[in-house]
């Protein structure tokens, strides 16, 4: 992905004016390099090998948790704004927008809050936001669908505008491409039974919102715990050079 001396910012979404954003480049380039120099040292030794290998399982985690709980928040969005608030279906289509809307414009955030403070406490504050975001999504507090579907969208989404940068400053090299892959892969496998367990709670005569909302909000908490609490991690306002298993 990278050469040995250049380093490219892909993905990671930022609206910052052209100044600020080379600004933000130069120093996350720096980030990278020294977390670069970090696994390299070790890339070619088992203790290196065990070191990337917990920094794989580890991102897989926190990818796995947001993964998670996007699933849970859209898996059965437009079949509790049908059977449950009784929407029509041509007023579906709206919320279900405005969610797209949010995700868009929370990646944007998200990237602009990690190119200043780092990617883990971007990934951490997005998490935790979601918190407010989702009784509203849920009417347990009452408000039009379209703003609860732009906040959980915002919010619950918006952790994906820091995500590439995280997984690249995780890796040498020489392993980037196949351990950033695993990661993702992973990921999906573990998050990809959501709705089927949701449903099934559903079938047991639980409520959809109720599902839905304890759902992602637990795993919003979970994200935002396994970021926060990993020992040692990126350069990027991680604490270190990377994660120890």
């Known amino acids: 992905l990278y050469s040995d001396a250049e380093y490219i910012e892909t993905q990671s979404f930022s609206c910052l ?5 080379l600004k933000s480049l130069a120093t996350q380039k720096g980030h990278l390099i020294a977390s670069e120099d970090a696994a390299t040292q070790d890339s070619g030794t088992a203790i290196g090998g065990r070191a990337a290998l917990g ?7 926190v990818l796995t948790l947001g993964f998670s709980s996007y699933y849970a928040l859209v898996s059965f969005h437009s079949t509790m704004l049908q ?15 405005l969610f797209n809307v949010g995700m868009l414009l929370g990646t944007l955030a998200c990237g602009w809050l990690g190119a200043r403070v780092g990617p883990r406490l971007a990934i951490a ?10 009784p509203v999504f849920v009417q347990w507090v009452a408000a039009p669908h379209a703003v609860g579907a732009f906040l959980v969208g915002f919010t619950g989404a918006g952790t994906a505008g820091v995500t590439p940068l995280l997984l690249a400053s995780l890796f040498p090299v020489a392993l980037r491409a196949r351990l950033t892959g695993l990661c993702y892969h992973l990921a999906a496998l573990g998050a990809a039974f959501t709705p089927l367990w949701m449903a099934a709670l559903v079938s047991e005569g639980a409520a959809y919102s109720t599902v839905v909302g304890l759902s992602a909000m637990a795993f919003a908490v979970a ?4 970021v926060w609490l990993a020992r040692r991690s990126t350069a990027n306002g991680l604490g270190g050079p990377g994660i120890e298993a």
């Open 125 to 134: 504050a997005f998490s935790l936001a979601l918190l407010p975001a989702v």
């Open 17 to 21: 004016n052209k100044r600020a954003a």
């Open 83 to 97: 059977r449950q608030f009784g929407l029509p279906v041509a007023q579906v289509g709206g919320p279900i927008a």
């Open 223 to 226: 994200q935002a715990a396994a």
């Open 55 to 61: 920094r794989a399982l580890w991102a897989s985690v």
